[in-house]
């Protein structure tokens, strides 16, 4: 049961690179996030998605692009890294239906470092 | 921008000493959940509170949901190193909505 996975890792990259982090699930969870932690914020939420082909902002999207044409995978995209983008980057997803208590499961995060 | 406050934001602590985390906000949520994250890990759900008063028990663990679900406690008792964590809690506001909003996080370091 492989769970949540994130690709890469750890990643390096420069300003004005595009950069996308991959999320993949294999429960068939409808709903799927993608939040960054930094120190003093906690995590904040940059995209969620109800369900295949649905994407909507969360408090911090702006420099981020998602999509979701498969349920199982939903990637993010820097368009045009920036150093305030450094970040750790954590997907996670969870079931749909009842809504206000659902629980979230986390992937292992990627690690960014944009110079 | 709803915020959710935690105090203390560092805790060092001898094992076998009780502790209580505080999650505060000024505005009311229909649910609350306190995860646990380890170094190099995403956050793991440790409970769920959804009516005013709530209290649950998990082991050594006691989360209580304020009466008016503007804040929520985690209390600790004889706490062990493996408790040794950063604990987040995270608010949803009102109903239909996947917009969970995460506290600023306690690191815990529990001492052998």
């Known amino acids: 049961d492989a769970g949540i996975t994130q690709s890469p890792r750890y990643k390096i990259t420069e300003t004005g690179r595009q950069v996308t982090l991959m999320c993949h699930q294999t429960?068939?969870?409808?709903?799927m996030f993608w939040y960054r932690q930094d120190l003093g914020h906690g995590l904040r939420l940059i995209y969620y998605s109800a369900a295949a082909d649905i994407t909507d902002k969360g408090e911090v999207p702006d420099g981020y692009v998602v999509s979701r044409s498969k349920t199982e995978n939903f990637p993010l995209t820097l368009e045009s890294a920036t150093r305030s983008q450094t970040s750790v980057y954590f997907c996670?997803?969870?079931?749909?239906?009842?809504?206000?208590?659902?629980?979230?499961?986390f992937g292992p995060g990627t690690r960014l470092l944009v110079l | 921008t709803q915020l959710l406050e935690q105090s203390p934001q560092f805790l060092s602590i001898q094992e076998g000493e009780n502790l209580t985390v505080y999650c505060n906000s000024s505005?009311?949520?229909?649910?609350l959940q306190w995860y646990r994250q380890e170094p190099g890990e995403g956050p793991v759900l440790l409970v769920t509170?959804?009516?005013?008063?709530e209290v649950k028990k998990l082991k050594r663990l006691t989360f209580q949901f304020g009466d008016a679900r503007k804040d929520s406690s985690l209390h600790i008792t004889a706490a062990q190193p493996g408790d040794t964590g950063l604990y987040l809690c995270?608010?949803?506001?009102?109903?239909?909505?996947?917009?969970?909003?995460f506290g600023t996080g306690t690191r815990l370091k529990v001492l052998a």
């Open positions: 509170v959804v009516t005013g008063g």
């Open positions: 429960w068939s969870h409808s709903y």
């Open positions: 996670a997803s969870s079931e749909s239906s009842s809504l206000t208590v659902e629980t979230q499961y």
């Open positions: 505005s009311v949520f229909s649910s």
């Open positions: 995270a608010g949803v506001v009102g109903s239909g909505t996947y917009k969970y909003i």
